[in-house]
């Protein structure tokens, strides 16, 4: 085999370089030209973002200098200089390019990589050199090239089509080089003709390959077309095929599933049956009726199979199918970036990049670090990560960071505690622990959309500790009393608050909502109502305008369910608690507005039936609390989550206090921090009351350490909040600027 020549991008190549690689195989280095030719509509896209790029680069480099340096802007000059070569066979000696000398097209392929012990497939198949694969899906590969038309005919003349493989077409030795391809891998599997995906260790049975015929799907139907279902005898070998790809050692690939989603398979122009519909290639037990030993399953027809099985699949596949099928998540609407704009900056909304990290993250990946570029070009960011590391937590710290220099602000509303300690981010010593936890429930993907740019509270961020303006309430929690809680009884005089039915738009009962639990959450409703009734009835409607639009809208109104709507059966008590809060001796006289009676009585009948809702537990089936944030406002203060259960027994030593960036965030997380003082030294104080500000503990060196969160439902919103003023004070909340905030 002839020595690898060198790649000098600064040459104007006129004409591609040309290897040979033995067997009528060939390997081409394209021409700059033909890289702009075919990645120039890529590179123009992600050109678009550069401003939000520049947005997040600017932000990191004023929070941590040296843990920027592993970040670098997607330019088109540094992703057009990246060499780009191609696999191609030829049984002429050459490869017979037309009279400009460029290749129009390729096809890019995704398989997972063979290890020297060759342990993995089970077959004992051996890769056919020069290929990293065994010789029956060679075969299946080099019989992909060249359709062209819309007929099954393939035109044999015509090998002019590359293979793009990423073990043959990077030079695996030359670091620089694989980390500008990284940069350059999505471009290149969005970009290819098709996208060949092989299954080495997935093998289907004739019958199975039978069935694939059967129903195999040209036109993209679907289960709805009433002429589409299966067969029920056809169901189990569906089932079998289903199962099969899902359990296969690729669909368990961070970079194969990376591959396989920035092609979008699903989308309008992938759904071209005979020329782009990505291919998932196995072995079989026979030979087809071309001969192979290997069955092509389009994609349309394994996500028509998929869809007509999926409950079955789902017990096929056993315990470990749920973080399988989050491989499907991101390509939904509400999580997708391929509904962002497309030129991007800051004040553009745009799909949240922790959600594409936490689809990714449950996949294997034999270099963790690689998990941030994955999410990078899931995201469509125009930023290329060139960090290593080992450490998972590492990565999910920088993943963060990157999110909050975005201006992704969810991060800052995780909270880990004792019972959850896989969670948590031990740096070493228990002292070390990170201000920055995991979702406590490991993972969230149906994160929302965020403003760019819109984080400007942060001054500084480490893995230990973050230096940023906090707003602090200069109240005690109250606590609801028990006579309060008593009175609740006179709107629901049964001894427990039933919880209503949930229905799903088919008409069938919700399942999850006829397993609660009434008599153990009656208290904690009887307390959140108790709590709702010291607001208010001014308190109480600004309280409902934030629940509908932060949860029942998004949560409760969608295809899921029927619509959210009161429950008739309240309207008594609706009318009983608007008494209450009419009356001279309530917390507020009747309001002076432009509402009418009628109104307020719908807003009570909606609130009532809300907290008899089983799907609004997460928010009212905790103990609660009220904090004064004005005069005339109180909000609701959630159970706290504390990293140390220890501290529920000692509330005099903690403070309440929220970052100014999660002041106008949705209530329905925890985003008030609860903070313990430190002093200089960032040591516990023995006694740091300050009998000045009612009893409530101090820091003089502005040093707190982290210890738990909690929703905060409603706020302050009159409290004027800038970067650049030291201290903005009210009687019940002040603004501290560069509080340094510690695990």
Request: aromatic share 10%.
């Amino acid at each position: 085999m002839p020595s690898v020549p060198s790649f000098d991008p600064s040459l104007d190549e006129e004409k591609p370089l040309e290897r040979s690689l033995g067997n009528s195989i060939f390997e081409v280095t394209l021409t700059r030209n033909n890289r702009v030719g075919l990645f120039k509509e890529n590179v123009e896209r992600l050109n678009l973002s550069n401003n939000e790029a520049h947005a997040a680069l600017g932000n990191l480099r004023l929070w941590a200098p040296d843990f920027a340096k592993a970040f670098k802007v997607r330019d088109r000059d540094s992703l057009l200089n990246t060499p780009f070569r191609l696999v191609c066979q030829s049984d002429v000696g050459k490869v017979p390019f037309d009279e400009e000398n460029v290749i129009r097209q390729y096809l890019a392929v995704s398989y997972c990589w063979r290890h020297p012990d060759h342990v993995w497939p089970k077959d004992d198949s051996k890769p056919y050199a020069p290929w990293p694969f065994s010789q029956p899906f060679v075969e299946a590969v080099l019989a992909e090239r060249g359709v062209h038309t819309d007929t099954r005919e393939r035109d044999e003349n015509f090998r002019r089509e590359g293979i793009w493989i990423d073990q043959m077409c990077i030079r695996q030795e030359d670091e620089v080089e694989k980390q500008q391809c990284i940069a350059m891998m999505d471009i290149i599997y969005d970009r290819c003709r098709r996208l060949l995906i092989l299954l080495e260790d997935v093998c289907f049975e004739a019958e199975e390959v039978a069935v694939l015929e059967k129903y195999d799907n040209p036109s993209a139907r679907y289960a709805q077309d009433g002429d589409f279902l299966p067969d029920q005898a056809d169901i189990p070998q569906l089932v079998n095929v289903c199962a099969a790809v899902e359990n296969s050692r690729w669909w368990s690939r961070a970079w194969c599933w990376h591959e396989f989603e920035v092609n979008k398979p699903w989308s309008d122009m992938r759904h071209h049956y005979y020329a782009h519909n990505a291919i998932f290639i196995a072995r079989t037990t026979s030979a087809c009726d071309n001969g192979a030993m290997t069955y092509g399953l389009k994609y349309s027809t394994l996500e028509w199979a998929r869809s007509v099985t999926i409950y079955n699949v789902r017990a096929a596949a056993g315990y470990e199918f749920s973080p399988k099928e989050l491989r499907w998540t991101i390509s939904d609407n509400s999580v997708s970036p391929y509904n962002d704009p497309a030129q991007r900056g800051v004040g553009t909304i745009r799909s949240s990049l922790m959600a594409s990290y936490f689809i990714v993250s449950p996949i294997q990946c034999t270099i963790p670090s690689d998990i941030v570029s994955i999410t990078i070009n899931l995201a469509g960011l125009a930023v290329h990560f060139t960090g290593h590391s080992q450490d998972y937590d590492m990565v999910f710290f920088t993943v963060s960071m990157l999110a909050l220099a975005c201006g992704e602000k969810r991060p800052l509303t995780w909270m880990a505690n004792t019972q959850a300690k896989d969670s948590a981010m031990f740096v070493g010593k228990r002292d070390n622990v990170s201000w920055l936890s995991r979702p406590s429930g490991g993972l969230e993907t149906a994160l929302p959309e965020f403003t760019v740019g819109s984080v400007q509270g942060i001054h500084s961020i480490t893995l230990q500790q973050i230096n940023l303006d906090l707003l602090f309430f200069e109240s005690p929690v109250e606590i609801i009393a028990d006579e309060e809680m008593a009175k609740t009884y006179e709107l629901f005089p049964d001894n427990c608050i039933r919880s209503r039915e949930v229905r799903l738009r088919d008409g069938r009962l919700d399942l999850t909502s006829t397993s609660i639990d009434d008599d153990k959450y009656n208290p904690l409703r009887r307390c959140f109502l108790a709590a709702v009734c010291r607001l208010g009835l001014e308190g109480i409607c600004r309280l409902w305008t934030l629940l509908d639009k932060e949860v029942v809208q998004p949560s409760f109104n969608n295809v899921r369910f029927v619509p959210f709507d009161g429950d008739e059966a309240l309207r008594l008590s609706a009318r009983k608690l608007l008494d209450w809060l009419s009356t001279p001796s309530a917390v507020d006289s009747f309001p002076t507005s432009s509402q009418s009676y009628s109104d307020y009585e719908e807003i009570l009948l909606l609130l009532l039936t809300f907290i008899t809702d089983p799907r609004a537990l997460y928010l009212v089936g905790f103990p609660c609390g009220l904090i004064r944030c004005s005069k005339q406002s109180h909000a609701i203060v959630g159970y706290p989550v504390l990293r140390d259960l220890s501290l529920y027994r000692n509330p005099a030593q903690l403070r309440l206090a929220m970052p100014t960036d999660l002041v106008a965030y949705p209530s329905n997380v925890t985003r008030a921090w609860i903070l313990q003082p430190l002093d200089e030294k960032g040591e516990d104080f023995s006694n740091n009351l300050n009998k000045e500000s009612k009893g409530l503990c101090e820091s003089a060196a502005g040093r707190w350490r982290l210890v738990g969160k909690t929703v905060l439902l409603g706020g302050p919103d009159e409290v004027p909040l800038t970067r650049h003023t030291q201290r903005t004070s009210s009687q019940y909340v002040t603004v501290r600027t560069k509080q340094i905030v510690q695990g």
